[in-house]
């Protein structure tokens, strides 16, 4: 990258950690591009900016510590990342769910995520001391998400703790499709 390579020249950064700072770059720019194209496709199902970022943060910090399905390259995990929050978004546009229902997929979801998580990745197997640590990691996250979903569910802030059970529905979605790929790689 030429501005990682001019920082060196100007000896803003140390040639050793050049790999470092070209691998961060990237990632940031990654990044990014998640965001904006999360926030366009928001405005394609007429949500305002805070919801689309709000589903999509929510639903990366539990899909981080959960883990849960993995595609095989990195342009198949961003097309079906896209795909899943497209979906988010249609059934946030197009459905209205009432709180029992939104109770029992949000309480599913968090049981599903507790009972299977954190899952390994293919391309990285967890440690026993990194699933430990994940665990809690996810339940404390579940734990914060289940307290914001039942205080908007009583003060029937609808956009909010519907986007809450959609952001932990999915993430629950992608570990059990995790517990399918992992049968599915056993048995071959």
């Known amino acids: ?75 198949g995990c961003y097309i079906c990342s896209m795909i899943c929050i497209a979906l988010a978004f249609l059934i946030y546009q197009q459905i209205t769910i009432n709180k029992i229902v939104c109770c029992l997929l949000y309480m599913i979801a968090v049981i599903t995520i507790i009972c299977y998580s954190p899952m390994d990745n293919p391309n990285k197997r967890l440690s026993v001391v990194e699933k430990v640590h994940y665990r809690k990691i996810v339940r404390c996250v579940l734990l914060l998400y289940s307290l914001l979903f039942a205080g908007t569910m009583c003060i029937s802030f609808y956009r909010m703790y519907v986007l809450s059970l959609l952001a932990v529905l999915f993430a629950g979605i992608m570990v059990f499709a995790g517990l399918l790929q992992e049968k599915i790689s056993i048995h071959r």
């Open 1 to 75: 990258m030429k501005i990682i390579e001019k920082m060196v020249q100007q000896d803003i950064i140390q040639k050793e950690n050049k790999e470092w700072m070209e691998f961060g770059l990237r990632q940031a720019v990654h990044i990014m591009g998640n965001w904006c194209l999360v926030i366009c496709i928001g405005l394609l199902f007429k949500l305002e900016i805070w919801q689309s970022l709000f589903f999509y943060f929510s639903y990366c910090i539990v899909r981080i510590f959960a883990g849960g399905y993995h595609a095989k390259t990195r342009p």
